[in-house]
């Protein structure tokens, strides 16, 4: 009796294990297991209500919605109250914060801060990039290639610029007998000659005076991101010249509605004709355009900013190259630009807020974020270059830079605390102490109210998604969560905080890693390395991460025994530019020794048995599980390479040309980078998994690895296809399938029953 009472116990023990255990078709319904955490906050005019997009866990679709800043009053708005009584996503104000200007469905609209508006157009073709006039009794905006301006005490909407498409018109060159004809017309009927003729004369006159205004632009050729000096006599454009003979790729679609197959239009390759561009300055009195010669060419091109007063200009540029970057001060007088700061990096210009810049209220010195000393942080420097210096410093970065509304102190979010967390910081315009506002571990995305005296928050850790919550915007003000979104499915599991390790790699560097360790290793003790996409990422840190379906993945693989590490490898970021630009002209170098590495940690600290390690990860992180199978097989004995890149050659241009610069200039970098020159080297079990549809990396990029393999002769290699799936995938039964096949990957490789024969 007393056996079957331990049997029943053990039994019931065990089921109510088993009903707790996570399943993988169970994680890989996302949020709808998870939770949709709110997005698009934004405060209203009044500083009072803070609006979002949102999922409330018992609605079945998004929608927005509005809350006070105390919590109360939530409400969900309809789609016709989300038009007409929402705070719109993004506008400007005017300097007193009285007056917000917004485009809304394609038409402007000015905005009271009680959240009131009043149209000013309604037309059928859409506006788009408003801003106020320099003396703010104008609004002046783009609609169709053209800037335009409307005052605000009334008027008819004004023509500034006069950009056309085409050629611009001839003379009328006539024939002799054309001519004699034309002149015989006029000579034999009235209506051709006399006050007729003179006012025909007289308008073609006018018209040859308005095209002598216009610009023409080619067929290739566009005018974008309009903006009217604040004097009113300048519009800056930039101009772009395409080149037809850089060849866009197509992407099939297989499943479609109509049974027939499409092609999707896709990106060019790196390495073909790129844009040309150049900063232009179209005079409003008479239509001259001057150009700014610093400036052609660029493969960036940002600004014109210009300062409190008006009277200065500051743009922004990355050579065609990508390894310098220059902050110009202009004259749009005469096009005259002076340097700043220019910036050189032997490998790329990047890292965080690398494009911010801008004025200082005095007018006379600019700002700008720079990786100079290794790190991203924040600089001062007179409009004409001299008196440089830096006023914050240390192995941390500077996120975000702004200057407060009333140009008295910053706003800044950093990582001084930890590498790990985000927090938001105030600090005087000069530098010096800086103020931590927010508290707690883990990553702080503030939204400031209007007033900037109220923040709104959207806070997670390691094992929470991201809540919003109010919180006052002074030191010592208190967070209070405002919805709670995450589903009580989600809630009901202990989720872990992953430890944050460190450890060595071969030349002396400090690696981070996640580390996921089983209660109960399973026998032989195998591991995984999960590799993070996107290179430039940073996937070790202490909140909720965007890889939240492979966070609950790990989970599953804790509960069957593996011990799990991700990786911030060279390349990561969060680590300053060394460790960003650590895998410059070498991709697959010391991002995929750190991997290495860390399997030997795992080994040398854990007992992991070094035959049983797998590796996988998506789009970087498949392309690194390839160059691992190929050229450290004895390493890895299964791999997942998910959507991965194959053949840098076929990638785009702006991320590869700035890492491997371009395959007809550097054939070494682009070979020693791409895992299908090693494809001869696997030995260990390999899955890819792709979608068919994937307009990142496209399917071609599996299809021509998998003609490798065939063609060499290797046998242990499967692909798996998703019809109907891009880069990130969209359904649900595709992600389960997709993590059911590469669980079984592990289980069927890594576990002791298969391994006696290796």
């Given at each position: 009796m007393?056996?079957?009472?331990?049997?029943?116990?053990l039994?019931?023990?065990?089921a109510?294990?088993?009903?707790?255990?996570?399943t993988?078709?169970q994680?890989?319904e996302?949020?709808?297991?998870l939770?949709?955490?709110?997005?698009?906050?934004?405060?209203?005019g009044?500083?009072?209500?803070?609006?979002?997009?949102?999922?409330?866990?018992?609605?079945?679709?998004?929608?927005t919605?509005?809350?006070?800043?105390?919590?109360?009053?939530?409400?969900r708005?309809?789609?016709?109250?989300e038009?007409e009584?929402?705070?719109?996503?993004?506008?400007?104000?005017?300097?007193?914060?009285?007056r917000?200007?917004?485009?809304?469905?394609?038409?402007?609209?000015?905005?009271s801060?009680?959240g009131?508006?009043?149209?000013?157009t309604?037309?059928?073709?859409p506006?788009?990039n408003?801003?106020?006039?320099?003396?703010?009794s104008?609004v002046?905006?783009?609609r169709?290639?053209?800037?335009?301006?409307?005052?605000?005490?009334?008027?008819?909407?004004?023509?500034?610029t006069?950009?056309?498409?085409?050629?611009?018109?001839?003379?009328d060159?006539l024939?002799?007998?054309?001519q004699f004809?034309k002149?015989?017309?006029?000579?034999?009927f009235?209506?051709?000659?006399?006050?007729?003729?003179?006012?025909?004369e007289?308008?073609?006159?006018?018209?040859?005076?308005?095209?002598a205004?216009?610009?023409?632009?080619?067929?290739?050729?566009s005018?974008s991101?309009?903006?009217?000096s604040?004097?009113?006599k300048?519009?800056?454009?930039q101009?772009t010249?395409?080149?037809s003979?850089?060849?866009?790729?197509?992407v099939?679609?297989?499943?479609?509605?109509?049974?027939?197959?499409?092609?999707?239009?896709?990106r060019p390759?790196?390495?073909g004709?790129?844009?040309?561009?150049?900063?232009?300055?179209y005079?409003?009195?008479d239509?001259?355009?001057?150009?700014?010669?610093?400036?052609?060419?660029?493969?960036?091109?940002l600004?014109?900013?210009w300062?409190d007063?008006?009277?200065?200009?500051?743009?922004?540029?990355?050579?065609?190259?990508?390894?310098?970057?220059?902050?110009?001060?202009?004259?749009?007088?005469d096009?005259?630009?002076?340097?700043?700061?220019h910036?050189?990096?032997?490998?790329?210009?990047g890292g965080?807020?690398?494009t911010?810049?801008g004025w200082m209220p005095?007018?006379?010195?600019?700002?700008?974020?720079?990786e100079?000393d290794?790190?991203?942080?924040?600089?001062l420097?007179s409009?004409?270059?001299?008196?440089?210096r830096?006023?914050?410093?240390?192995?941390?970065?500077?996120?975000r830079a702004?200057i407060?509304?009333?140009?008295?102190f910053w706003?800044?979010?950093?990582?001084?605390?930890?590498w790990?967390?985000?927090?938001?910081?105030?600090?005087?315009?000069?530098?010096?102490a800086?103020?931590?506002?927010?508290?707690g571990?883990?990553?702080?995305?503030?939204f400031l109210?209007?007033?900037?005296?109220h923040?709104?928050?959207?806070f997670?850790?390691?094992?929470?998604?991201?809540?919003?919550?109010?919180?006052?915007?002074?030191?010592g003000g208190?967070?209070?969560?405002?919805v709670?979104?995450?589903?009580s499915?989600?809630?009901?599991h202990p989720?872990?905080?992953?430890?944050?390790v460190?450890?060595?790699?071969?030349?002396?560097?400090?690696?981070?890693?996640?580390?996921?360790?089983?209660?109960?290793?399973?026998?032989?003790?195998?591991?995984?390395?999960?590799?993070?996409?996107?290179?430039?990422?940073?996937?070790?840190?202490?909140?909720?991460?965007?890889?939240?379906r492979?966070?609950m993945?790990?989970?599953?693989?804790?509960?069957?025994?593996?011990?799990?590490l991700?990786?911030?490898?060279?390349?990561?970021?969060g680590?300053?530019?060394?460790?960003?630009t650590?895998?410059?002209?070498?991709m697959?170098g010391?991002?995929?020794?750190?991997?290495?590495?860390?399997?030997r940690?795992?080994?040398?600290?854990?007992?992991?048995?070094?035959?049983?390690?797998?590796?996988?990860?998506?789009?970087?992180?498949?392309?690194?599980?390839l160059?691992a199978?190929?050229?450290?097989?004895?390493?890895?004995?299964?791999?997942?390479?998910?959507?991965?890149?194959?053949?840098?050659?076929?990638?785009?241009?702006?991320?590869?040309?700035?890492?491997?610069?371009?395959?007809?200039?550097?054939?070494?970098?682009?070979?020693?980078?791409?895992p299908?020159?090693?494809a001869?080297?696997?030995?260990?079990?390999l899955l890819?998994?792709?979608?068919?549809?994937?307009?990142?990396?496209?399917?071609?990029?599996?299809?021509?690895?998998?003609?490798?393999?065939?063609?060499l002769?290797?046998?242990?290699w499967?692909?798996?296809?998703?019809?109907?799936e891009g880069?990130?995938?969209?359904?649900?039964?595709?992600?389960?399938d997709?993590?059911?096949?590469?669980?079984?990957?592990?289980?069927?490789?890594?576990?002791?029953?298969?391994?006696?024969?290796?």
């Amino acid at each position: 009796m007393e056996r079957l009472l331990l049997a029943l116990l053990l039994g019931g023990l065990t089921a109510l294990l088993q009903a707790q255990e996570l399943t993988i078709d169970q994680v890989m319904e996302g949020e709808d297991f998870l939770g949709v955490s709110p997005s698009r906050v934004r405060w209203g005019g009044d500083n009072q209500h803070i609006y979002f997009r949102w999922r409330a866990p018992d609605e079945k679709e998004e929608a927005t919605y509005v809350i006070g800043r105390e919590g109360s009053g939530l409400k969900r708005l309809s789609e016709d109250e989300e038009e007409e009584k929402a705070w719109p996503r993004s506008g400007r104000w005017d300097r007193q914060r009285e007056r917000y200007l917004a485009v809304v469905q394609g038409d402007l609209y000015l905005y009271s801060p009680d959240g009131s508006r009043r149209p000013l157009t309604q037309t059928r073709q859409p506006e788009s990039n408003p801003g106020f006039s320099g003396d703010e009794s104008k609004v002046y905006f783009t609609r169709g290639n053209n800037l335009f301006t409307l005052s605000l005490q009334g008027g008819a909407i004004v023509q500034v610029t006069d950009f056309r498409q085409g050629r611009p018109p001839k003379e009328d060159e006539l024939p002799e007998n054309k001519q004699f004809l034309k002149e015989q017309q006029e000579k034999l009927f009235e209506q051709f000659s006399g006050d007729r003729k003179k006012a025909r004369e007289k308008e073609e006159e006018r018209r040859k005076k308005e095209d002598a205004r216009a610009l023409y632009l080619g067929k290739e050729e566009s005018a974008s991101n309009l903006q009217l000096s604040p004097d009113g006599k300048y519009v800056f454009f930039q101009w772009t010249k395409r080149t037809s003979s850089n060849r866009s790729t197509t992407v099939p679609d297989y499943v479609t509605q109509d049974g027939f197959t499409s092609d999707r239009s896709a990106r060019p390759k790196v390495g073909g004709p790129q844009p040309l561009r150049k900063l232009g300055i179209y005079s409003v009195a008479d239509g001259q355009v001057r150009w700014v010669k610093e400036t052609e060419g660029a493969a960036m091109l940002l600004g014109p900013v210009w300062d409190d007063s008006g009277q200065r200009a500051a743009v922004w540029v990355l050579s065609a190259d990508f390894k310098d970057r220059w902050i110009y001060s202009l004259n749009p007088e005469d096009g005259q630009a002076v340097i700043i700061d220019h910036l050189h990096d032997e490998a790329w210009v990047g890292g965080p807020a690398w494009t911010t810049f801008g004025w200082m209220p005095n007018g006379e010195d600019t700002y700008f974020i720079s990786e100079q000393d290794g790190w991203a942080h924040l600089y001062l420097a007179s409009h004409d270059g001299s008196n440089r210096r830096q006023i914050t410093s240390g192995s941390w970065e500077v996120i975000r830079a702004q200057i407060s509304a009333d140009r008295s102190f910053w706003h800044l979010v950093s990582s001084e605390q930890h590498w790990g967390e985000r927090h938001y910081y105030t600090m005087p315009l000069q530098g010096g102490a800086r103020t931590r506002i927010t508290q707690g571990e883990g990553r702080h995305d503030i939204f400031l109210s209007p007033d900037e005296k109220h923040l709104a928050v959207l806070f997670s850790t390691s094992n929470r998604p991201p809540e919003l919550f109010y919180q006052p915007g002074q030191q010592g003000g208190q967070r209070r969560r405002l919805v709670r979104s995450t589903q009580s499915d989600f809630l009901a599991h202990p989720w872990r905080k992953p430890q944050l390790v460190e450890f060595t790699a071969r030349d002396g560097a400090r690696v981070p890693a996640r580390f996921y360790k089983p209660d109960r290793p399973a026998p032989g003790r195998p591991a995984v390395i999960f590799v993070h996409g996107a290179g430039y990422l940073q996937n070790v840190h202490k909140w909720w991460s965007n890889y939240y379906r492979e966070y609950m993945f790990h989970h599953i693989l804790m509960q069957r025994g593996y011990h799990v590490l991700d990786i911030d490898y060279r390349g990561s970021a969060g680590r300053g530019r060394d460790w960003r630009t650590g895998i410059y002209r070498h991709m697959g170098g010391k991002d995929l020794t750190d991997q290495v590495d860390g399997a030997r940690w795992l080994v040398e600290s854990h007992r992991v048995d070094p035959l049983r390690i797998g590796i996988y990860g998506g789009s970087y992180g498949g392309f690194i599980t390839l160059m691992a199978l190929f050229t450290e097989p004895d390493v890895f004995a299964a791999g997942a390479a998910l959507r991965p890149v194959t053949d840098w050659a076929h990638y785009n241009h702006f991320y590869t040309g700035r890492i491997l610069n371009l395959p007809q200039g550097d054939r070494e970098a682009y070979e020693r980078s791409s895992p299908i020159y090693f494809a001869e080297g696997l030995k260990g079990a390999l899955l890819i998994c792709h979608g068919m549809v994937d307009t990142n990396v496209h399917f071609q990029d599996t299809v021509r690895l998998a003609q490798r393999l065939i063609e060499l002769r290797k046998e242990n290699w499967e692909v798996a296809l998703y019809p109907v799936e891009g880069h990130s995938f969209r359904n649900a039964t595709s992600w389960a399938d997709e993590y059911k096949r590469i669980l079984r990957l592990f289980e069927e490789n890594l576990k002791p029953a298969m391994i006696g024969s290796r």
